[in-house]
């Protein structure tokens, strides 16, 4: 409800000192750099001087109920659910391209990942991706550790004394060939280029076939892959970004309407970041944005979701139960704090005030104590 009030003062026969003390009990100044999750806000109360405003319009105000319930700091951004670090995969070698895998295939270290002429190539897990032949007479290098590494792991080099160094020794050949053996290949002890495919995970998922059957294989993507987890990505507003902080905090709310935590894993200037998808061009998304992947506590609940919109919440300070009014009810007094006007009685243009302490602040909301009640009407500048 809006009313109209002239602020001039009516005559009466108070003593000039008396009437200068009671307008100087409260000068309303600006309310300044009053920070909550939605920005900074600045309000003026010029109304509320009691100094004649002759010459100018009067000036109109609301009053709103003093509200109880929460106020949280926390902020909100869309972002979407998706499989973490896809990764391209190119075909080295020669051959023709027989079988490929269907999307959402998952794929094991030591499994078959696609074929190339009717022979399998097989997922191995290294950092480093295999560049040459590898045989008895190779050279020492670090592409026949990782190589090693797999065959141990595998179960091939039971039995040899195999160690993981960068040696391709005889004890290799023999675990090469009980490894080709239980493939089905021929046992030939040596490992070409192009027949396996070194990736970082253990285990994969194919996201996309970019091939198609009988290609030739050259230097083009076969497949994108991820990683079998989900995670959370983000791409919030710049004047979001200080509140997502490295390892901070945060909950994700489902599609499904589930909530998983979790904690900010990494924040990417540029790209679409370490999941599958990212937010997407309905979030704003930019050559320039930041994006913030969120890693999950529960892949159980994610999974169960799977890829889907979802709200990432930063968490922050909270308060339940406390009364709640608009920052621009706030008064700034003289020698510091802060009052509200509370409207009384029939006549709402008779207004008490009332000295408050100022709490949380959040999304332009005050959290405030004092000698005041839910319910009731303080004023507030139209």
Excluded at 83 to 94: E, K, M, Q, S, W
Excluded at 95 to 121: F, N, S
Excluded at 134 to 162: F, M, Y
Excluded at 226 to 248: I, M, W
Aim: glycine fraction near 14%; charge should be positive.
């Amino acid at each position: 409800m809006s009313r109209t009030v002239n602020t001039a003062a009516p005559a009466d026969s108070t003593p000039a000192r008396a009437r200068k003390n009671r307008r100087n009990v409260v000068v309303p100044l600006l309310l300044v750099a009053v920070l909550g999750g939605s920005g900074a806000l600045a309000v003026t109360r010029p109304w509320e001087r009691g100094e004649s405003t002759t010459g100018q319009a009067p000036v109109a105000y609301d009053v709103v109920a003093v509200e109880k319930g929460s106020l949280s700091t926390g902020i909100q951004a869309g972002g979407a659910l998706g499989f973490d670090n896809p990764t391209p995969v190119v075909a080295t070698g020669r051959g023709t391209l027989t079988a490929l895998p269907g999307v959402g295939a998952v794929v094991k270290t030591g499994g078959k990942l696609y074929e190339v002429d009717g022979r399998p190539v097989v997922l191995l897990k290294g950092e480093r991706p295999m560049w040459r032949d590898l045989g008895p007479e190779v050279t020492d290098g670090p592409d026949v550790e990782q190589l090693k590494r797999n065959l141990i792991k595998l179960g091939h080099a039971e039995g040899l004394g195999l160690e993981a160094d960068q040696k391709f020794t005889p004890g290799t050949a023999t675990a090469v060939k009980r490894w080709q053996k239980a493939l089905g290949m021929p046992q030939t002890g040596a490992v070409t280029l192009g027949s396996v495919v070194m990736l970082p995970q253990a285990t994969v998922r194919v996201q996309q076939v970019a091939a198609q059957l009988g290609a030739a294989v050259g230097t083009a993507s076969v497949l994108t892959v991820t990683s079998t987890d989900l995670v959370a990505t983000v791409q919030p507003a710049e004047n979001q970004l200080s509140r997502f902080k490295p390892n901070g905090k945060v909950t994700v709310k489902l599609a499904d309407g589930g909530t998983i935590n979790g904690h900010i894993r990494s924040l990417i200037r540029g790209g679409a970041g370490g999941g599958e998808g990212g937010p997407g061009d309905g979030n704003g998304g930019g050559s320039d944005k930041t994006t913030v992947t969120v890693a999950l506590d529960a892949q159980d609940l994610a999974k169960k979701s799977g890829p889907s919109s979802v709200v990432v919440s930063v968490v922050g300070d909270s308060v339940s139960d406390a009364l709640i009014v608009p920052v621009t009810a706030l008064l700034a007094l003289d020698g510091g704090g802060y009052g509200v006007k509370v409207a009384g009685g029939a006549d709402a243009t008779v207004a008490r005030l009332v000295k408050v302490r100022l709490g949380l602040v959040a999304d332009a909301k005050a959290q405030i104590t004092g000698d005041i009640r839910a319910g009731d009407q303080v004023v507030v500048p139209k």
